[in-house]
């Protein structure tokens, strides 16, 4: 009797001991996170689940964002040029107006817009990353061309606007087509095509007609691009929101999963505590039991 007794004792106590080893060992999990499984706090998932979510959406209309502002960064690099080379025929047509032009000085400014022009036509179909930006959906394809003959520049490009989601239900134009910039409603090519062939005929009246066809062609240009810039700046205020919504929910999951270190680390001296006393007692009763069967 005494040794079923002793050993029912002992089966408890390595129950016991069992029993403190994992509670010990869950404690020691939960140093970092007080949840790292949906059983340690049912309550908490929901808000767990819902924090994760809404981080993960706002990373991935983050990265939509920047990859929109970089692509806004680099046309508007482009049409800053523009604006620079529509400027310049401004001065040359204002300096042929205003001065006496021998022929020769004539041909200089002609041929100075021909090259100008052959540098606007060069940026509307400029390609990054192998894909051309002013040309709509068919980016793979040159959207403009020049006539041999003529010397005329057509629009082979698609009118398409391109949009990205940047938030929840919003969305942006993530691209300018090159028919609005120099073909709609201003032939920006035009006016340059014109301008050269009234400097090469010294015709001062042309002059003043192409000198007044260069601020509209000016003017649709820039406003595409001040378009741009405030989309641009709405996308930076989109991005700061965003950023702001993950650190909220940051703090929402920390509130949920993160730990209390003093209280994880009382309860675990607590169940050491008891770990350690279960083996002392452990430890006599086996030297009891060894005693019992001699």
Same mark, same amino acid.
């Given at each position: 009797m005494m040794r079923t007794t002793t050993t029912s004792v002992y089966r408890s106590m390595q129950l016991n001991i069992a029993r403190a080893e994992d509670e010990l060992n869950r404690l020691y999990m939960h140093t970092e996170k007080r949840v790292n499984v949906a059983s340690d706090d049912p309550s908490a998932v929901r808000a767990i689940e819902n924090a994760r979510s809404q981080m993960t959406m706002s990373d991935r209309y983050i990265e939509n964002i920047e990859t929109v502002q970089d692509g806004m960064d680099i046309v508007d690099g482009y049409l800053d040029t523009v604006e620079n080379i529509m400027q310049r025929i401004q001065e040359i047509t204002t300096a042929a107006i205003n001065s006496s032009l021998s022929d020769a000085d004539a041909v200089t400014y002609a041929d100075e817009v021909a090259t100008l022009k052959e540098q606007l036509v060069d940026i509307a179909n400029t390609q990054v990353n192998g894909k051309y930006l002013f040309a709509g959906f068919t980016d793979d394809t040159q959207p403009f061309s020049v006539d041999a003959v003529s010397g005329d520049v057509s629009y082979d490009g698609t009118t398409d606007i391109k949009y990205v989601e940047v938030g929840p239900g919003e969305t942006v134009q993530s691209n300018l087509t090159g028919d609005v910039l120099f073909t709609d409603s201003?032939?920006?090519?035009?006016?340059?095509?014109?301008?050269?062939?009234?400097?090469?005929?010294?015709?001062?009246?042309?002059?003043?007609?192409? +000198?007044?066809?260069?601020?509209?062609?000016?003017?649709?240009?820039?406003?595409?691009?001040?378009? =741009?810039?405030?989309?641009?700046?709405? +996308?930076?205020?989109?991005?700061? =929101?965003?950023?702001?919504?993950?650190?909220? $929910?940051?703090?929402?999951?920390?509130?949920?999963?993160?730990?209390? $270190?003093?209280?994880?680390?009382?309860? $675990?001296?607590?169940?050491?505590?008891?770990?350690?006393?279960?083996?002392?007692?452990?430890?006599?009763?086996?030297?009891?039991? +060894? +005693?019992?069967? $001699?």
């Amino acid at each position: 009797m005494m040794r079923t007794t002793t050993t029912s004792v002992y089966r408890s106590m390595q129950l016991n001991i069992a029993r403190a080893e994992d509670e010990l060992n869950r404690l020691y999990m939960h140093t970092e996170k007080r949840v790292n499984v949906a059983s340690d706090d049912p309550s908490a998932v929901r808000a767990i689940e819902n924090a994760r979510s809404q981080m993960t959406m706002s990373d991935r209309y983050i990265e939509n964002i920047e990859t929109v502002q970089d692509g806004m960064d680099i046309v508007d690099g482009y049409l800053d040029t523009v604006e620079n080379i529509m400027q310049r025929i401004q001065e040359i047509t204002t300096a042929a107006i205003n001065s006496s032009l021998s022929d020769a000085d004539a041909v200089t400014y002609a041929d100075e817009v021909a090259t100008l022009k052959e540098q606007l036509v060069d940026i509307a179909n400029t390609q990054v990353n192998g894909k051309y930006l002013f040309a709509g959906f068919t980016d793979d394809t040159q959207p403009f061309s020049v006539d041999a003959v003529s010397g005329d520049v057509s629009y082979d490009g698609t009118t398409d606007i391109k949009y990205v989601e940047v938030g929840p239900g919003e969305t942006v134009q993530s691209n300018l087509t090159g028919d609005v910039l120099f073909t709609d409603s201003v032939d920006v090519f035009a006016v340059f095509d014109d301008l050269e062939a009234n400097l090469r005929a010294g015709d001062v009246a042309a002059l003043q007609v192409s +000198l007044d066809a260069i601020e509209p062609a000016t003017d649709q240009i820039r406003t595409q691009r001040s378009l =741009m810039g405030n989309d641009n700046a709405r +996308l930076e205020d989109n991005r700061a =929101m965003l950023e702001e919504v993950k650190l909220q $929910m940051k703090t929402t999951l920390s509130r949920y999963e993160d730990a209390d $270190m003093i209280e994880v680390f009382s309860d $675990m001296t607590q169940a050491e505590t008891a770990l350690e006393a279960a083996l002392a007692v452990s430890s006599r009763l086996n030297s009891l039991s +060894l +005693l019992d069967y $001699m």
